[in-house]
């Protein structure tokens, strides 16, 4: 599986972007995605999953409510929608498909088994 993440940029506090990311290969609905984050001088950190099907979403405390996750099996793509942006926000982001549960991601296993190259969000205050 190879992942190409898009539709980052640069938004003001309380904005919106959604992020995209597709997925090459027939295997897609078999992994489930989860998206990441890494802010300069910071540590990659999660902020969220979903599960192969899409019926069920995790998210990080500091994102929960503001970020959405979604899946289009039919198209490969997994989205990123960003509701009510911070400048904490900022960050690249980076998709990620693994065989194991999302919810299991979410929990803390985080050897995911494929990495897209990161798309940037930049929010100004």
């Known amino acids: 599986v190879q992942l190409q993440a898009s539709g980052g940029g640069l938004v003001q506090a309380g904005g919106s972007l959604r992020l995209s990311c597709v997925a090459s290969g027939r295997t897609f609905s078999n992994h489930a995605m989860a998206w990441f984050r890494q802010a300069p001088g910071k540590e990659r950190e999660f902020v969220g999953s979903i599960t192969r099907t899409g019926v069920a979403t995790y998210y990080s405390d500091s994102v929960k409510g503001r970020l959405t996750i979604s899946r289009d099996n039919a198209n490969n793509t997994v989205y990123l929608q960003m509701n009510s942006l911070k400048p904490e926000d900022t960050a690249v982001y980076y998709c990620?498909?693994?065989?194991?549960?999302?919810?299991?991601?979410?929990?803390?296993?985080?050897?995911?088994?494929?990495w897209g190259k990161g798309t940037q969000v930049t929010v100004s205050s």
């Open positions: 990620a498909a693994s065989p194991k549960s999302a919810r299991a991601i979410a929990e803390g296993d985080r050897a995911m088994a494929y």
